[in-house]
């Protein structure tokens, strides 16, 4: 990897992490129009497929189009 590369990883990072320390819960706009709160703490994990970013909590699959970054 370039360094330059990994350096804007690191700070990507850094930023996210950030994020969920600042704050309880993540709006989600899903693909099917519904706007979502999600705690922090109930998200199990986070994947991005093919432009789509999904969402999975114990009870539900959250689909959006927001990257990552966003």
Do not use: H, W
């Amino acid at each position: 990897m370039k360094p330059t590369k990994e350096k804007v990883i690191i700070e990507s990072l850094k930023d996210a992490i950030g994020e969920l320390i600042n704050n309880d819960k993540i709006l989600v706009e899903c693909i099917n129009g519904k706007i979502s709160f999600i705690r922090i703490s109930d998200i199990l994990y986070i994947e991005y497929i093919d432009r789509i970013t999904i969402i999975r909590t114990d009870d539900t699959t959250y689909e959006t189009r927001l990257s990552l970054k966003q």
